[in-house]
C-alpha cells in the first residue's frame, strides 16, 4: 500500500513539474491583440506529406470582432508528438468536427491561433463562461487607454527616468522604528508620476466586464509610519518614468510599478529596489 501511494504522490510531482508553464492572458487583452475572435467548427484536417504539421480549416458561425468576417479560415498547426518524434508539455492537437472558440493572431506574419497559452478553446463539452461571453459581446468597445496596468504581458517593461538615488541621497537621517517599506508608483500615460501610495493599502477598483484596473485608491486602513511618510515623500519627487505602450497598437497605457525603500541605520543610507 505504501508502495502504491509513492508510485501516485511521484506521478502527480512528475505532472506537476512538466505542466506547460503560462502566464494567465485576460481574454480582452487577448481579444484585443487579435486579428479574429470567433467560434467555429474544423470541418477539415489534412497533414502536411513529412507530417510535421497540418492544416485545419474552420467553418465560422460567429465572428466577435469587428472588421472583415470570413466564413472559413485555414491555420497551419504542428503536428502531435507521435508525427513529430518530439513531446512537451504545451502539446495539443485539433480534431476534426470540434467546435471551437479561436482567438486567431498573427505570428512572423502568418495567421495563427494555439490551444495552449491562450484562451482559444474547445466548446463542445465546456461551453465559453457567463464572464467571458460578456467580455466577447462588448470587445469592440473596449479602450486600451482608459485602464491601468501592473504586469500584463504585451507591454514594454518600463523603468524610472529620474535617477533615484540622487533623490534617496537627500532623504532624512532619524531613527526609525521601521526601515523597510513597499510603495506603488501611478504613473499617467505620458510617464508622469501621479501618486505614491502603499501596497498594504491598495485598492484597485476594477470594470465589470473587462476585469481590468480602472481606478485605484488607499484605503487607509492602518496609521501611516514616520518610516512610510518619508519614503511616500522621498519617492514622490520621482517625476518621470517610462512611458508604457501597448507593443502591437503603440498606444500608451497609464500603469503601477511596486518599489521596495530601505534604510539602513548603521548607515544612515537610503535605498530602493524596483
Not at 474547445?122 to 485602464?147: H, T
Not at 517610462?242 to 541605520?265: A, C, F, M, Q, S
Amino acid at each position: 500500500m505504501k508502495k502504491r501511494i509513492l508510485t501516485i504522490l511521484s506521478i502527480l510531482i512528475s505532472a506537476l513539474t512538466f505542466a506547460c508553464d503560462c502566464d494567465d492572458i485576460n481574454p480582452i487583452l487577448e481579444f484585443y491583440s487579435s486579428e479574429y475572435v470567433f467560434e467555429g467548427k474544423i470541418i477539415s484536417k489534412v497533414y502536411a506529406n513529412d507530417s510535421l504539421t497540418y492544416k485545419v480549416s474552420f467553418e465560422i458561425s460567429k465572428h466577435y470582432k469587428k472588421g472583415d468576417s470570413p466564413k472559413t479560415l485555414e491555420f497551419d498547426v504542428t503536428a502531435e508528438e507521435e508525427y513529430t518524434g518530439q513531446w512537451t508539455s504545451c502539446d495539443w492537437r485539433a480534431i476534426k468536427n470540434q467546435t471551437w472558440l479561436v482567438y486567431a493572431y498573427k505570428y512572423k506574419g502568418n495567421l495563427t491561433f494555439s490551444g495552449m497559452c491562450s484562451n482559444s478553446k474547445v466548446i463542445d463539452y465546456r461551453p465559453i463562461s457567463l464572464r467571458e461571453q460578456k467580455m466577447l459581446d462588448n470587445g469592440n468597445s473596449f479602450k486600451i487607454q482608459n485602464y491601468i496596468f501592473e504586469y500584463e504581458s504585451g507591454f514594454n517593461y518600463c523603468i524610472n527616468v529620474t535617477d533615484i538615488n540622487s533623490i534617496l541621497e537627500k532623504g532624512k537621517i532619524k531613527e526609525y522604528k521601521n526601515q523597510t517599506t513597499l510603495l506603488n508608483v501611478s504613473i499617467d500615460s505620458n510617464g508622469n508620476l501621479k501618486s505614491v501610495s502603499r501596497q498594504r493599502e491598495l485598492i484597485r477598483k476594477k470594470d465589470t466586464i473587462f476585469n481590468i484596473t480602472t481606478k485605484i485608491e488607499d484605503a487607509n486602513r492602518k496609521p501611516i509610519t514616520e518610516f512610510e511618510k518619508d519614503a511616500i515623500e522621498l519617492i514622490g519627487n520621482v517625476k518621470k518614468w517610462e512611458i508604457k505602450k501597448h507593443e502591437k497598437t503603440g498606444i500608451n497605457v497609464p500603469y503601477l510599478r511596486h518599489i521596495w525603500v530601505y534604510y539602513d541605520l548603521k548607515t544612515n543610507k537610503w535605498s530602493y529596489e524596483l
